[in-house]
């Protein structure tokens, strides 16, 4: 068998057993093993031996010392002790870490090993016959294991640390866990197996030994008392025994902020001076409540409590700052009112529930504001003034007075004046010494219906001190103005107007200003002859109508008329005035309501049109003119002439418009059926072929009979021939044709209904509406219209020769 020198393998004989044993021995031939069974029967077991013996072997890691280490021996049966037998050693580390004695078999380590860095190496072993050099046993494998040993101190790779807790929090309230490592072997001994230990903080931290876990160990640290912490953690291997190593961390812990104190004044009465020139909502002062919280916990809002305060004056929270900003509500004054009390309470906005028990998060504190005297400019009595005067008024004439005080004790004189920075200034003075306004000039309401000055006032022993009044001096009207027709526009005269018909409806204006409303009458001057032309007449409601005395007016014989209006406002006192009225006669359109006196180029020029513009509108007129007639002669040029024979002889008319026949049906009515149906019988052409040849009949040159008398002819019955004829002929294409007769027959007995050769006398209807048929009856409304006018004036002159 295999000797193996080893002092591990002896140690450690837990990892061998017979069956081991048995297995690595080097013989070849087998060996019978009993096992006796439960029932009494024997079990024959049969083990194939080998000629190596060995197992794992073990070598200390960092071996310090002058010789090799010595790992171990390899052996085998073969070797009888004289040399023939040689050991070969290969793979990780062999003939560098580890060396051989290729005799003896003895392993040795050179080197001084490291677990952490290699835990184990894989070698291979051979023995081969010295003599022969033939292996004696197969290529085996083995490991060596480094053995650890305690050589690594447990770290904390990423401290120190930061952590952070509320104040006030309770006993055991986790902080922070800390975990060190241990580079050691954890599956052997105790070399990697760590226990924590606070070595400072204590006694306000503490750290759980296996966990690592750090909590509190006081209840309700104050973090305004002391906010942050050192706290050194030890982790120690070989599970705290002496001799282990150990290393340490730091954890810095910050105690967080809880709204745990309430806000505080710094006294219970404070004093404050504002003077009664203060400007309100400025402010005056601040006061500020302390509070040791942080951030959101730290937040007062300030409040007054009492009416007498709350009245006069506000306080705002400067977040900032965290203090409270009074301000001025309203105007002080001193003689009124020289003190007030403010009573201010400052509360926190956010409150925690559970420290409630602490007291109420609120504090108040007592203000007094003393005002102080300061001399104030003159106050006048009101804010503005409204003052009123009549125009054409008197200069010096008194508009009103405005009045002043010195608010102060001594209760100075005060003087008056007009700020001449105003346009006021040339129309109105003041009195020094009253304050009475007057006019300085003659004022027109017509011009300037309102007035705004500025009066000043000072103190005669301080004019410094200057206070400014509005004043709105409103001039009151008087009847100063004559009316005026209010028209600038010529008035149009129709050529065709009739004899009271209303030409123009005219209105006045005038410059006055009446309380009740305008009233305007009109009327003709006096003292002249009678207008032949044309008439007035007051509407009565501010207004008068022209109308034409007379018809029959020409621009050609007179263009232009002019007509007189007097008008009268009816105020007091009563004014009037005469304005003249240019009346111009026009030929108007009819059947329209605009009227216009305007030539077509004036027209034109009207409406924005140069005269350069005007040639080329016409000269691109002239050129279209001359495309349509070249157009229209060419087409003609090209027709092509209608061919009928010359035996043909007849009156056709022949129509293109029917849809039926097409180009083909040039069959047209032949007129001698309108004249003579009788003879309608003979000819009886066919509507769809050209006749041959018209039969010849003895008669006039144009081969024709002529026609019967009209008493001979029956119309009716020749209608219904041609149409029976139509009917039955099929030879003939379908078409409607719409055919005229133009014979109108005799012998009616109520004779003819036309007006023309009828003779009557003048009709007593008035025709002066075809005036409004537009003008395509304007000749004929002219020509009845004379008649009518030329009767009247003949039957006129008839009553007057009989009376």
Known sequence: GLAKSNVLLREQTAFWDADQYSDLTGKDNHEQALTKLANGETEVHHRPKRGWIWNQFFVLEEHIGPDAQYVGKLHSNSDK????????????????????????????????????????YVLHAQAFDRNTEKPLEPMSEFIIKVQDINDNAPTFPDGPFVAAVPEMSALGTSVYQVTATDADDPTYGNSARVVYSILQGQPYFSVDPKTGVIRTALANMDR?????????????????????????????????????????FQQKNYQLYVPESAQVGKPVGKIKANDEDLGINAEIKYSLINPEGAAM???????????????????????????????????????????SYLGPFKDTATLKITVGDVDEAPVFSMDYYIMDVYENAQIGTEVGAVTARDPDSKNSPVRYFIDRGEHGEKYFNVDMDSGVIKITQSLDREDIPWHNITVMASEVDNPSLVSRVPVTVQVLDVNDNPPEINTD???????????????????????????????????LPSGIPVNPNFTLKDNKDNTAS???????????????????????????????????????????????????????????????????????????????LAIVVLFITLRRSKKEPLV????????????????????????????????????????????DVRPERARQRNGPKRGYDSPPEPDQVDVQEFIKQRLVEADMDTSGPPYDSLQTYAFEGQGSPTGSISSLDSPGTHSEQDYNYLDDWGPEFEKLAELYGEDMNAAETDMAVAMTAAT
């Open 224 to 264: 305004e008392a002391r906010e942050h912490y050192a706290v050194v953690i030890q982790a120690k291997d070989m599970a705290g025994q002496v001799g282990g190593l150990s290393g340490s961390t730091t954890i810095n812990i910050t105690l967080t902020d809880v709204n745990d104190n309430p806000p505080k």
């Open 644 to 687: 009928i024979s010359e035996e043909d002889i007849r009156e056709n008319v022949v129509t293109y418009d029917d849809e039926g026949g097409g180009e083909e049906d040039t069959e047209a009515f032949d007129i001698i059926a309108l004249r003579n149906p009788a003879a309608a019988e003979e000819l009886k052409f066919r509507r």
């Open 81 to 120: 002790g004289d040399g023939s037998v040689r050991y070969i050693l290969s793979g990780e580390g062999a003939g560098s870490i580890f060396i051989i004695n290729e005799v003896t078999g003895d392993i040795h380590a050179t080197e001084s090993l490291d677990r952490e860095r290699k835990a184990h």
């Open 489 to 523: 526009e010529e008035v149009i005269v129709c050529e065709s107007l009739r004899p009271g018909q209303v030409i123009q409806t005219i209105t006045a204006v005038d410059k006055d200003d009446f309380a009740n409303g305008q009233r305007f009458s009109f009327s």
């Open 313 to 355: 004056f506000s306080i705002a929270t400067d977040w900032d700052t965290r203090e409270g900003i009074i301000s001025l509500k309203k105007p002080l004054n001193y003689e009124r009112k020289k003190t007030y009390t403010l009573q201010i309470e400052g509360v926190n906005t956010h409150v925690e529930p559970r420290f």
């Open 546 to 624: 022209i109308s034409t005395r007379r018809r029959r007016f020409s621009q050609l014989v007179q263009e232009l008329y002019e007509l007189p209006v007097v008008v009268w406002d009816g105020g007091e006192p009563e004014l009037s005035s005469t304005s003249t009225l240019t009346l111009r006669v026009c030929p108007c359109q009819r059947g329209g309501r605009l009227q216009t006196c305007q030539d077509k180029m004036g027209l034109l020029s009207s409406a924005g049109l140069s005269t350069g513009a005007l040639i080329a509108i016409l000269l691109c007129i002239v050129i279209l």
